[in-house]
């Protein structure tokens, strides 16, 4: 791997006007200190999210390894990024699994990584053109900002399992977030979660007996998802996951556009690749247990912290991801957290998903002046917000469509209808 990236400068330092590229590296030891940062900076939001959804965490964390190393491969080893869980999973994997238990939701998670890998191949052939004319900034801020808000009752329930321990957490992650510079400060949902943790062992509501049975190597839980061949009634997953494939797209091209701007390098030209490297790892960690994965926005904090922007660093973060994946003591420890260490970190984290959705219209200046955005985002965030839901047939045969899935189709369907009538008529 030596031969594969360039020593930035002397290996050990960093001029104010310069970052270290992604074929660049620093010294192995500091590479290896800010690989580790990286899974330390993803941890606290990767292992949520199978933890809220009933998922095995070990199974999680080692196909969120496996996934980045993938990404770093079909990317040709330019783009730097680590592959979490996306929380845009939460809402359609709850469902599925009410209905249909893990394996339902398994063969929903499969489906959108597939999905996301064709899509992947098309931007690769035809570019991304095509993807801005689908989901405008208006249409992109709509759909992740009710993903987020939509999920705020999940938050409450867990915060009101336990309130002391929840507003503790709470409040660790606030104060971390505003006494704390650079990297620290960047882990303030990891640091919060630890700290919650503490109080909730200290109040008496952790139970370390599973720890202590746990073995300290060993392959994580695998599951299959259950076949829709044999059970019809599973393709009616299909219309709750599909709106995910939305936000993965809109946060993959964040993610390229963002590491373009701050290292001076163009890589949108890799918008298909990493598209299809961020399927192809979704489909693998559908496939035997896992969550899907995303490019994910805590890296893209350290990079512009640390201003190292290497890949070499990358290998490191999915490689350690691998050994934790590969510890079933780190995973009963993660099984441990309370629901009130949850609903603590929940509460902001759902909270900032809605509000990145609306980051997306500031950072675009999106014009709220002209009805169609109006009506694009109030309607979407409605529908979100409400949870809004539709049954369509009945028995095991119906399929219930709920805020999710209701509320992008009305954010895709409502502005470019308007917006064609507008033209028509003139009366944008």
């Known amino acids: 791997m030596a ?31 800010i690989g580790a940062q990286h899974v330390v900076a993803m941890f606290g939001a990767t292992f949520l999210v199978p933890l809220l959804t009933h998922f095995p965490p070990s199974t999680t964390l080692l196909f969120s390894g496996i996934g980045t190393i993938a990404f770093l491969l079909i990317t040709g080893n ?34 959108v990584g597939i999905l996301l890998a064709i899509v992947g191949g098309i931007v690769i052939w035809t570019g991304t053109g095509w993807i801005d004319a689908l989901m405008p900034p208006i249409v992109a801020g709509a759909i992740v900002a009710l993903i987020g808000f939509n999920l705020a009752p999940a938050a409450v329930t867990n915060f009101s399992t336990s309130p002391l321990v929840a ?3 709470l409040a660790a992650i606030i104060l971390c977030t505003v006494l704390f510079r650079g990297m620290l400060g960047r882990m303030s949902i990891f640091v919060g979660v630890v700290v919650g943790y503490i109080a909730a062992v200290l109040l008496g509501a952790v139970d370390f007996a599973p720890v202590a049975k746990a073995a300290w ?4 839980t695998f599951t299959l998802p259950k076949n829709p061949f044999t059970d019809s009634s599973l393709w009616g997953l299909l219309l709750v996951f599909l709106p995910v494939v939305l936000v993965l797209i809109a946060e993959n091209v964040g993610h390229i556009r963002a590491v373009t701007q701050m290292t001076g390098k163009d890589v949108n030209v890799l918008t298909g690749r990493a598209l299809l490297a961020d399927g192809l790892a979704t489909t693998l960690a559908g496939f035997f247990g896992g969550s899907g994965t995303t490019t994910y926005g805590e890296n893209i904090g350290v990079m512009a912290a640390t201003k190292v922007y290497s890949t070499a660093a990358y290998w490191v973060a999915g490689i350690v991801a691998v050994l934790l994946g590969l510890s079933p003591k780190v995973g009963a ?16 984290l759902y909270g900032l998903i809605g509000v ?10 999106v014009d709220f002046s002209k009805p169609k955005n109006q009506f694009t985002a109030a309607v979407a965030l409605v529908i979100g917000v409400g949870n809004l839901t539709w049954t369509i047939g009945s028995g095991k045969t119906g399929i219930q469509l709920g805020g999710i899935v209701l509320g992008t189709v009305a954010a895709i369907v409502i502005y470019h209808l308007m917006n064609a009538i507008g033209r028509v008529r003139g009366t944008d």
């Open 217 to 220: 190597v060993g392959l994580p």
């Open 3 to 33: 031969t594969l990236w360039t020593l930035h400068g002397d290996g050990k330092t960093i001029r104010p006007d310069t970052v270290v590229a992604p074929d660049e590296r620093l010294t192995w030891p500091r590479t290896i200190g």
């Open 167 to 169: 507003v503790i957490t």
């Open 333 to 348: 420890v993660l099984n441990t957290i309370p629901a009130g260490v949850l609903g603590g970190a929940t509460l902001a």
């Open 356 to 365: 990145v959705g609306i980051k997306i219209w500031l950072d675009n200046k």
């Open 78 to 111: 330019r783009l730097p990024s680590y592959l979490g869980s996306s929380f845009a999973f939460i809402a359609p994997i709850t469902a599925a699994t009410a209905e249909h238990g893990m394996g339902g939701a398994l063969f929903g998670i499969l489906a």
